[in-house]
């Protein structure tokens, strides 16, 4: 931290402070509050990663493997902040875990892992990791924030219930298997056509349709005209 510049004071209320430009916004971040020399980077800035924080975090990653932290940590200081110390081994890894993984699910939570995140919580607590690893690319942290929103809902629906959350899983349990057991829709089913004895004549009738199994719909009484009508003479 020698080689960083230290504020200098112009005037009263005038400092020239360093300062970090962030990529993204395309803003200049200072590294110091006046009157204060120590390192005090602004914890908004610190919480928000770069683009390109991102990006050399994937290459470090390929480079060094998911077990060598310090070193990623420090390499992408060299790179992004000029060595500055402003990414710890902690943060990279969360980062890692959270955000950059590519074989993190980001998909839309579907209603079977929904029922599993509520399953689980109420048997064993909120030992996310432990739910986590049940899941197919979810992190503990997504896993934590779904329960939450869960929950809210739960609360919302039951009115604050205590037993809100066992509720709501039943709710959504008794959902799905109603859906599951509902009849087909009869729009699909298919119907013999209405044909008319008079267009194709009823031996061709008889042997077109002799090898087919379906059911003959008699026609509605007004859809009948003179001319589909057979009459014997007595």
């Given at each position: 931290?020698?080689?960083i510049?230290?504020?200098?004071?112009?005037?009263e209320?005038?400092?020239?402070?360093?300062c970090?430009?962030n990529?993204?916004?395309?803003?200049?971040?200072?590294?110091f509050?006046?009157?204060?020399y120590?390192i005090?980077f602004?914890?908004q800035?610190?919480?928000?990663?770069?683009?390109?924080e991102?990006?050399?975090l994937q290459?470090?990653v390929?480079?060094?493997?998911?077990?060598?932290?310090k070193?990623?940590s420090?390499?992408?200081n060299k790179?992004?902040?000029?060595?500055i110390?402003?990414?710890?081994?902690?943060?990279c890894?969360?980062?890692?875990?959270?955000?950059?993984n590519?074989?993190?699910?980001?998909?839309?939570w579907?209603e079977s892992?929904d029922?599993?995140?509520?399953?689980?919580?109420?048997?064993?607590?909120n030992?996310?990791?432990e739910?986590?690893?049940?899941?197919?690319?979810?992190t503990e942290?997504?896993?934590?924030n779904r329960w939450k929103?869960?929950?809210?809902?739960a609360k919302k629906?039951?009115k604050?219930?205590?037993n809100s959350?066992?509720e709501?899983?039943k709710?959504?349990?008794e959902?799905n298997n109603?859906e599951s057991?509902a009849p087909?829709?009869k729009?699909?089913?298919?119907?013999f056509?209405?044909v008319?004895?008079s267009d194709i004549g009823?031996?061709?009738?008889?042997?077109r349709f002799?090898?087919?199994?379906?059911?003959?719909?008699?026609?509605?009484?007004?859809d009948?005209s003179?001319?589909s009508?057979l009459f014997?003479?007595?």
């Amino acid at each position: 931290m020698e080689n960083i510049p230290q504020p200098h004071c112009i005037s009263e209320k005038v400092w020239l402070v360093p300062c970090i430009l962030n990529t993204d916004s395309n803003i200049f971040v200072p590294l110091f509050k006046p009157f204060n020399y120590n390192i005090c980077f602004d914890s908004q800035f610190r919480n928000t990663w770069q683009t390109v924080e991102d990006k050399i975090l994937q290459e470090l990653v390929d480079k060094y493997g998911i077990k060598h932290w310090k070193i990623i940590s420090k390499e992408l200081n060299k790179s992004v902040y000029k060595g500055i110390s402003i990414r710890n081994s902690k943060q990279c890894r969360e980062r890692w875990i959270n955000h950059v993984n590519p074989s993190l699910n980001k998909a839309k939570w579907t209603e079977s892992e929904d029922v599993y995140i509520l399953e689980n919580q109420i048997q064993f607590g909120n030992k996310w990791s432990e739910i986590a690893r049940g899941m197919n690319g979810r992190t503990e942290n997504a896993v934590k924030n779904r329960w939450k929103c869960l929950a809210n809902k739960a609360k919302k629906i039951f009115k604050n219930s205590p037993n809100s959350v066992a509720e709501y899983l039943k709710q959504k349990k008794e959902g799905n298997n109603s859906e599951s057991k509902a009849p087909r829709s009869k729009s699909n089913q298919g119907f013999f056509p209405m044909v008319s004895f008079s267009d194709i004549g009823f031996s061709n009738f008889a042997e077109r349709f002799r090898s087919v199994d379906v059911a003959l719909r008699t026609p509605p009484v007004q859809d009948i005209s003179p001319s589909s009508l057979l009459f014997f003479n007595s």
